[in-house]
């Protein structure tokens, strides 16, 4: 079974994670649906999880681990489960037989699987659900039945005593009420979203009135009325999720009040179309602990003064994506503990510019956290901001329109005198200025993001005035317009982390002094993509903490090479504790000895996209703690022990796809070698991405085709070589001779044997008892071949019995066959297809001859084969069997008249074999 890397997400939460886990997976991927995977051939098993989803399965496999404790049978063509399928894997814990075409929960599925737990059956087709078909399910803490359509019969959910998740969302069901009785006592979470429920009624939840439920999901369920106390028996509810209930505001208002005696801590209304909230919307959670509200997407337009007056615990308040007109000191009048406020795109766009008025957010003087992310407002006043005193975060980013920010001044953030702020975010603000003092108010900050702006100035260190805190400051992407001097950074010494990407003027840092010389704590230093072509030696003097540099695409072909003005800038022997090192795209063609030298805590060190081509020895020594190396995309040819075994001792990851390779002895066993021999070490694209350039022969291959064996020393293994490959060859010779030429051989072999021994192996005395040496058995068509073939041997030493010409005078035809048989020595059939069909020959002739070869010896009958005969008509005709007879004594006709002359000295040395057997 084909295994894959797939991760299977866990199926059992901590109680106390449930509601927010459930929460997290129903908002961000849907309400059926927490995990997306891709469509696999086959099933797998990994650490006891089988997944057969999507594989068109109409039954459970029986060829499983029997071990398993996990089973996905998602996405199949599955239209009854029989509990029978199962009994192989009675260790099931985890059950999930979704999306397919079911339409009833067997009762024996539980009997047959003691140990589960969850039981997934989402998007089937099940109508009724009864009582004695949950009834086995005690160990059931999960049950998953959404999109079924499903009819309660009787108590179905009674004997689920362990349960502590239930979906029934999507089926339709007009009622909350799922029984009558108390029952479910261990439930925590329970979905009757997307259903048809439109009145709550006293006594729906009454049969959870033993339960600890937590976490309640009504989502889109078209809620018009609610009678009182219809929330009464589930008071410990923590969490409720109203989203897309289109409820108006009376509904809302009265539910609010249904939820006074309630533990409600989390409330999701979102997407109800919640145009206006007024000063009485929420009076009803006054007496509650709520700490959390959402209400985005609700084209919110107005907030009436005094609408949170009631959520007085209220910590989180997200109003993302409305379209509110106006906020005033009094929107958010009562909200004395809330500590996150997200009003991203929450203020509308249109002809009229939203307007933040001052004092607006006085009344949060716990928050803590301002999210004003894509808001467009009118104007940012030196009171904008007044009463945040505890706020620590405040985000603007890519709030366009805010024109105050376009030219920030000292009186920018006046507001925020008073707040503990650390953190800054004004990415995407179109920033074009940045005057002297403008956050010198911000003295707790210690994050600052001004990327993607238009600042175009000359940076002369006042425009971080107060800023002694920080420690990270994010300026890419502005333009390249910005332009440093020695004293830039010089009120931020407690600088860590600091990014200039796509921002600098090409000389910007080509000072002396330095303009990083100030700032000995930091950590992270960016100057990627900003075409930079000269630095001096001691720009990074003084940096001594520094550990990541990036330098890429930037100019600096000439930075390093020999032939530059003064040499080489060997500008990194200040930073000996770097641990990354980019510089792709940088135009190098050569790297100095002492360029690297003393890096010795380096981890990573990408230099792609580059023109590298032969490396000097030893340039990498020093890097024995390297554990990521990139070379993409340079002109390397060699990768030799010399250069790289150093680096590649204790390396983790290696990118060196994409050069242009030569596949000889010197420049490539080293590295195929260690490739083989190693295993920590990962290799993206190894087989695909290394390729040959040179030799010829080896162009386009994988580096992973070079024959190693080819560069050792081969002279142990000549002799055994030319000894091995000569054998080989006279096996080969020796076998097409005998194939093509066995017959000649064999021909003349048998001239000289006879020659020197004689044709016969027969006695003079075993001659003398017989008068014919053969008697020829032929058909009557078959004559003529007789005649000019057969009759041309006889001499003194060799005669032939023929019927027609030695027949005996004065006795019949088959007397005269008896007789002449018993006076030949040797009995010669002609094989035809007319001899199988002659009644004669077959039945008396050759009853005879079998009579003869029992007395005599199976050496006594020869066959001539003119045609090719089967044995088995052979035997049907002749009574005869070439197994009968000795190999020599069966001949058959050659086709070639040259093997003509060898048929005869066979047929001579068959009539010459003895009868007698050899004792």
Request: glycine fraction near 4%; charge should be positive.
């Amino acid at each position: 079974m084909q295994r894959q890397n797939l991760v299977f997400e866990k199926m059992r939460a901590p109680r106390s994670l449930l509601p927010l886990v459930i929460t997290i997976c129903y908002f961000v991927v849907g309400p059926h649906n927490c995990v997306a995977f891709p469509k696999r051939s086959s099933c797998y098993v990994q650490d006891g999880k089988a997944d057969c989803r999507h594989l068109s399965l109409s039954e459970v496999p029986q060829d499983l681990p029997q071990d398993i404790t996990s089973l996905d049978m998602s996405h199949n063509r599955l239209k009854e489960i029989h509990p029978v399928t199962l009994t192989r894997y009675p260790g099931l814990i985890h059950l999930n037989i979704g999306y397919n075409s079911i339409s009833k929960v067997d009762p024996g599925l539980c009997r047959t699987l003691p140990l589960l737990q969850t039981l997934n059956m989402e998007h089937n087709q099940v109508f009724v659900l009864k009582e004695e078909d949950m009834s086995h399910c005690t160990n059931l803490t999960r049950l998953f039945m959404a999109s079924n359509k499903i009819k309660l019969q009787g108590e179905p959910f009674s004997a689920l005593q362990s349960l502590e998740v239930l979906d029934v969302s999507m089926n339709k069901l007009q009622s909350a009420k799922l029984s009558s009785q108390p029952q479910l006592p261990s439930l925590v979470n329970l979905s009757l979203a997307f259903n048809n429920i439109g009145t709550l009624k006293k006594d729906d939840f009454s049969f959870l009135n033993q339960s600890f439920l937590q976490f309640l999901n009504m989502s889109s369920v078209p809620l018009k009325t609610l009678e009182p106390g219809c929330f009464t028996p589930i008071s410990s509810l923590r969490t409720l999720i109203m989203d897309g209930s289109s409820m108006d505001t009376l509904v809302i208002s009265k539910l609010c009040s249904e939820l006074s005696g309630s533990s409600i801590d989390v409330l999701f209304l979102r997407k109800m179309k919640l145009i206006k909230l007024t000063n009485t919307t929420f009076s009803g959670l006054q007496k509650t602990n709520l700490t959390f509200l959402d209400l985005s997407r609700n084209g919110m337009v107005e907030i009436e003064p005094g609408s949170f007056q009631w959520l007085s615990r209220l910590l989180t308040l997200l109003l993302t994506d409305n379209n509110i007109k106006l906020l005033t000191k009094d929107t958010f009048q009562g909200l004395k503990s809330l500590k996150k406020l997200q009003l991203t795109k929450a203020l509308g766009s249109g002809h009229h510019t939203p307007v933040i008025g001052d004092f607006s957010f006085q009344p949060l003087s716990a928050l803590e956290s301002l999210i004003l992310q894509r808001t467009g407002v009118r104007a940012i006043t030196q009171y904008t901001f007044t009463g945040l005193t505890s706020l620590k975060e405040l985000d603007m980013s890519w709030s366009s329109s805010l024109t105050s920010l376009r030219n920030i001044t000292s009186k920018t953030f006046v507001s925020l005198t008073q707040s503990p702020l650390r953190k800054l975010n004004l990415t995407g603000t179109s920033i074009a200025q940045i005057n002297p003092g403008c956050f010198s108010v911000l003295r707790n900050l210690t994050t600052l993001l001004l990327e993607f702006n238009f600042i175009k100035q000359n940076l002369t260190g006042k425009e971080f005035e107060g800023l002694g805190q920080v420690e990270e400051i994010y300026m890419s992407n502005n333009q390249q317009t910005v332009n440093l001097g020695s004293m830039s950074f010089v009120n931020v010494p407690k600088l860590r982390f600091l990014t200039l990407a796509r921002s600098l003027r090409a000389e910007a840092v080509n000072l002396d002094p330095s303009p990083f010389r100030h700032l000995p704590n930091l950590t992270f230093l960016d100057l990627s993509n900003n075409n930079i072509a000269n630095i001096r030696e001691n720009m990074l003097e003084g940096l001594v903490n520094l550990k990541v540099l990036k330098l890429q695409h930037n100019n600096f072909a000439r930075l390093w090479k020999s032939a530059n003005l003064g040499g080489p800038v060997l500008f990194l022997k200040h930073t000996r504790r770097l641990t990354t090192l980019e510089m792709d795209n940088n135009g190098m063609d050569e790297i100095p000895v002492e360029a690297l030298r003393g890096l010795s805590d380096l981890r990573q060190l990408s230099l792609a996209n580059n023109l590298l081509n032969r490396l000097k020895d030893s340039v990498f020594d020093d890097l024995n703690s390297l554990q990521v190396l990139n070379l993409q995309k340079n002109l390397i040819t060699a990768v030799r022990p010399e250069v790289f075994k150093t680096p590649l001792s204790n390396l983790r990851r290696l990118v060196l796809d994409k050069n242009p390779f030569d596949c000889t002895c010197e420049s490539m066993l080293w590295f195929v070698t260690w490739l083989n021999d190693t295993n920590g070490t990962s290799v993206p694209g190894l087989r695909d991405q290394y390729m040959c350039n040179t030799p010829l022969g080896y162009f386009n291959h994988s580096i992973l085709d070079f024959d190693g064996l080819s560069c050792k020393d081969m002279t142990p293994f000549q002799a055994l070589y030319i000894l091995s490959s000569t054998a080989v060859l006279m096996l080969l010779v020796t076998a097409l001779l005998v194939r093509f030429q066995g017959w000649r051989i064999q021909f003349y072999w048998n001239i000289l044997i006879n020659r020197t021994l004689g044709f016969s192996d027969a006695t003079v005395e075993e001659g003398r008892e017989f008068e014919y040496d053969a008697y020829i058995i032929h058909s009557d068509k078959d004559s003529s071949w007789v005649e000019r073939r057969m009759v041309p041997l006889e001499n003194d030493q060799c005669r032939f019995c023929l019927d027609d010409r030695d027949a005996v005078p004065g006795t019949s035809q088959l007397q005269s066959i008896v007789e002449n048989m018993r006076n030949s020595r040797k009995i010669v059939f002609v094989v035809t297809e007319t001899l199988l069909n002659d009644a004669l020959c077959s039945r008396f002739k050759a009853h005879h001859a079998l009579h003869q070869v029992i007395e005599a010896s199976r050496d006594s009958v020869v066959l001539v084969f003119l045609q090719d005969v089967h044995d088995y008509k052979l035997s049907q005709s002749l009574l005869l069997r070439r197994g009968m007879l000795r190999p020599c004594c069966i001949l058959d006709w050659p086709v070639h008249k040259e093997r003509v002359p060898a048929f005869h000295q066979k047929l001579l040395i068959a009539l010459g074999m003895t009868n007698r057997l050899q004792e």
